[in-house]
Nanobody
Framework: QVQLEESGGGLVQAGDSLRLSCAAS????????LGWFRQGSGKEREFVAA????????HYADSVKGRFSISRDNSKKSVYLQMNSLKPEDTAIYYC??????????????????YGKGTLVTVSS
């Protein structure tokens, strides 16, 4: 069983940057693909970004490509989401996610096995 805990959410203005962090426990961290999903008010949860077990492969939703960057530090059992040029439409609860890495990183757009409780990001205009 993998436990995930997000941090770093908050209230920012449009154009600002924010960095989310997620600490993992349980499981073998360096075997996990890791990702970020988000859910806006009244919307379904959507894929944001994913990275392979090594960090060598990444995939992003078109809506965040060029603005967001996912990275991981296996020594700290952590994954990060650097969010730049934030827009009001980025407002959502952001969830860290994990799954034993057995697929193409693009396949994780459909979801992953483990999720954290989420951290709220609010972008004001």
């Amino acid at each position: 069983q993998v436990q995930l805990e997000e941090s770093g959410g908050g209230l920012v203005q449009a154009g600002d940057s924010l960095r989310l962090s997620c600490a993992a426990s349980g499981g073998k961290f360096d075997m996990l693909a890791l990702g970020w999903f988000r859910q806006g008010s009244g919307k379904e949860r959507e894929f944001v970004a994913a990275t392979s077990w090594s960090g060598g492969k990444t995939h992003y939703a078109d809506s965040v490509k060029g603005r967001f960057s996912i990275s991981r530090d296996n020594s700290k059992k952590s994954v990060y989401l650097q969010m730049n040029s934030l827009k009001p439409e980025d407002t959502a609860i952001y969830y860290c996610a994990a799954e034993v890495d057995t697929s193409s990183v693009r396949d994780y757009i459909y979801g992953m096995d483990y999720y954290g409780k989420g951290t709220l990001v609010t972008v004001s205009s």
